[in-house]
């Protein structure tokens, strides 16, 4: 086996488009309706800045149109993702259906499940959470503890589920559990479910960072009755589903653009005063941030042919999230800063969320560790 990265091109046509992102991008600026910042495709909640998105035809892009999408490439997706997140815009309401639930519920759904969700995930009038990781769990999803029990006419949902962000504030998630008990195949007996967060026992408990923001929670599931028609899919094809998910979920921009705002605040400080020091360390980072854009975007031509590089995603997301936190701390050293959480100063103001949000960027999505034995298992190393 091998992983395969073949050099991608984005097409011509897309700059076009890449400039009108970047016009949006100047007029939200200059209307003051949002900061930029670092790790907003996290951290960044904005309902309103996501609709605005949605009229621009930004968001389901690469859907049918029978579902309200736009039938656009994934690398026109790709050049939108990007702009956004250089501009450290917030678009973390979005992000999840958008990126990941969408493209399950293409792929796996129902029509009637298609016809209710992807229309209004496309109109920005609905939007998900993702509930895999489970408490003592981390990012050994085979391990899974939340169960869903066969009751007449649709199933008895029961467990926990961690780090669900924005679960307190959006529509819907994507429950990841067993439906059959565990056996010698972790991964067989396992499915997903697509459940309203409203529901009569739900319970969704904050889980701040260090800054005191509150994204992540738990989601306790208790005794929470679903109809057959919220099963996704077919009944023990759960791990399956969860893998062609994933290759979404860490291959794209995110994983190394997370605190790219921070180098743009570094080079408007400097100016024309950079030292040949300072010059050479922001030469290497850019060289690298080159690199990483180049095995993303192969990894995007690959989803828009309909293949699943699973691996491939999780070697950029391994990189990349190394990436954006070694990148800070070059920052840090190249010149005299005072990190400050709100501060007035841009830069000193990124960084400070940087650091605050860098503990996790090796974590979500699978951590490093996890990723290195699914590139070492496609290599046949393991």
């Not at 991608?8 to 007029?27: G, K, W």
């Not at 690398?75 to 990126?99: F, I, K, Q, S």
């Not at 999803?141 to 669900?164: P, Q, V, Y």
């Not at 190394?256 to 050479?280: C, E, I, M």
């Amino acid at each position: 086996m091998s992983v395969r990265l073949n050099p991608a091109v984005l097409p011509a046509a897309t700059e076009t488009l890449r400039q009108q992102v970047r016009d949006f991008v100047s007029a939200e600026l200059a209307a003051k309706r949002f900061l930029p910042g670092c790790d907003k495709w996290l951290g960044g909640f904005d309902l309103e800045f996501s609709k605005r998105l949605a009229v621009n035809g930004w968001l389901g892009m690469t859907w049918p149109k029978q579902y309200g999408g736009h039938e656009r490439s994934a690398l026109d997706r790709y050049v939108v993702t990007e702009e956004l997140l250089a501009a450290g815009a917030p678009v973390a309401a979005h992000w999840v259906g958008d990126r990941q639930s969408g493209p399950s519920l293409l792929r796996y759904g129902t029509e009637q499940q298609k016809q209710k969700y992807l229309p209004a995930m496309a109109s920005g009038e609905h939007y998900f959470a993702i509930g895999m990781s489970e408490p003592g769990s981390g990012s050994d999803l085979a391990s899974a503890r939340t169960k869903a029990d066969k009751i007449e006419g649709g199933w008895l949902l029961n467990g926990r589920k961690i780090w669900c962000s924005s679960a307190h504030r959006v529509d819907s998630f994507i429950l990841f559990c067993r439906t059959q008990p565990l056996s010698d195949d972790r991964h067989a007996g396992l499915s997903q479910f697509l459940v309203d967060l409203k529901s009569p026992g739900i319970t969704i408990r904050p889980i701040h960072l260090l800054s005191g923001e509150h994204h992540f929670n738990e989601v306790i599931i208790d005794n929470v009755e679903v109809g057959d028609d919220c099963l996704l899919g077919k009944e023990g094809d759960g791990w399956a589903q969860v893998t062609s998910e994933l290759a979404f979920e860490r291959s794209g921009p995110e994983r190394f653009l997370s605190t790219f705002p921070a180098l743009v605040a570094l080079l408007k400080r400097l100016g024309q005063d950079a030292d040949r020091g300072q010059q050479l360390v922001i030469g290497r980072m850019v060289a690298q941030l080159r690199a990483l854009r180049g095995m993303s975007v192969s990894v995007a031509a690959a989803l828009d042919r309909g293949e699943a590089p699973n691996v491939e995603a999780a070697l950029v997301k391994d990189l990349g999230t190394r990436f954006e936190g070694d990148m800070v701390e070059q920052i840090r050293l190249l010149l005299e800063t005072q990190p400050e959480y709100g501060s007035d100063d841009e830069l000193d103001r990124l960084l400070a969320e940087s650091f605050l949000h860098m503990p996790g960027f090796t974590l979500r999505g699978g951590t490093n560790e996890i990723l290195r034995g699914v590139v070492a298992r496609g290599l046949g190393l393991r």
